[in-house]
């Protein structure tokens, strides 16, 4: 049975932020470089993959194809001394079997999550459902798994588009978090 491995690992930059937010300062387990992400790409070498990750770290070998998540307006933080911010997300395509009825730009746009805690945001680096959603439907595997689910956004999506989804958090919290995403009705898309 066929799988997309679909996941938002830590970058490896040493991240903090949420500046106001209940996770101010927090620090990101295995940040201190891109290890934690490479393990799981060499283990499941042979499955396709959509990989979030910064340009400030080298992207994963045998990346196909790098997309942009344009976060919008609001997001971004980075030197406050420096005129722009980081406003956007890699993602890395690994592997085969992607597939679309029409070829898209590799921008992905109008794809928004709360913007704070207090609108609802319940993550530091929380995605959007619908972008999720999109990037799956790219890829006709049955089964998304992704190791770093954080509050379980990529399980809500495989779960709004009818698929299977294993998720792999470190974090009990966040555990607790997706477990009530899911037990939400399902959306529609």
Not at 35 to 61: N, Q, T, Y
Not at 90 to 100: D, H, L, P, Q
Not at 110 to 129: D, L, M, Y
């Amino acid at each position: 049975m066929s799988t997309l491995l679909l996941t938002d690992p830590p970058f490896g930059i040493n991240h903090a932020s949420g500046h106001g937010a209940s996770w101010e300062n927090t620090v990101i387990a295995n940040d201190h470089s891109v290890e934690a992400r490479d393990w799981v790409l060499d283990f499941l070498k042979f499955v396709p993959a959509m990989v979030f990750g910064s340009w400030k770290m080298p992207k994963p070998i045998n990346t196909r194809q790098v997309l942009i998540f344009d976060k919008g307006p609001a997001f971004g933080m980075g030197d406050l001394s420096f005129p722009w911010k980081n406003s956007y997300e890699e993602v890395y395509v690994i592997g085969n079997g992607f597939k679309a009825d029409r070829r898209d730009e590799a921008v992905m746009r109008g794809h928004f999550t709360a913007f704070s805690e207090a609108a609802g945001r319940v993550h530091p680096n929380e995605k959007p459902i619908s972008l999720l959603a999109y990037m799956m439907s790219r890829h006709p595997a049955p089964i998304i798994l992704d190791p770093f689910m954080g509050s379980g956004t990529t399980l809500r999506a495989a779960k709004d588009l009818g698929r299977k989804c294993i998720g792999i958090e470190i974090e009990e919290k966040y555990c607790e978090i997706a477990a009530r995403r899911l037990g939400q009705e399902v959306l529609p898309l």
